[in-house]
Nanobody, 117 residues
Framework: QLQVVESGGGLVQPGGSLRLSCQASQFDFSIYVMSWYRETPGKERELVAS????????RFLDAVKGRFNISRDNAKSTAYLQMNNLKLEDTAMYYC??????????WGQGTQVTVAS
């Protein structure tokens, strides 16, 4: 019954910032590992960032280290992707994924991020 919905995408100039949000529909959000992926036409979907259930451990794609940060607010059932110093190559559809027990994976519908001058 878990559902996730992304928001916060849009058009931004190079060097700008955006914060994406991933809102979950269930109060037990805290048990899920949350991840952000991105995808562009002709390119395989890639993992951008992940955060464990407690928020104490994170991982990032090398290309975004130092620029992006993933966080979560379990009280609000929301995960975030803060994107700073955006580059043209960051343009993509960004997807939120929740992973829980028994291999459960739930994907959001995606939110478009376009970086252009």
């Amino acid at each position: 019954q878990l559902q996730v919905v992304e928001s916060g995408g849009g058009l931004v100039q190079p060097g700008g910032s955006l914060r994406l949000s991933c809102q979950a529909s269930q109060f037990d959000f805290s048990i899920y590992v949350m991840s952000w992926y991105r995808e562009t036409p002709g390119k395989e979907r890639e993992l951008v960032a992940s955060i464990d259930s407690s928020g104490g451990r994170t991982r990032f794609l090398d290309a975004v280290k130092g620029r992006f940060n993933i966080s979560r607010d379990n009280a609000k059932s929301t995960a975030y992707l803060q994107m700073n110093n955006l580059k043209l190559e960051d343009t993509a559809m960004y997807y939120c994924k929740a992973r829980g027990p028994w291999g459960l994976e739930v994907w959001g519908q995606g939110t478009q991020v376009t970086v252009a001058s």
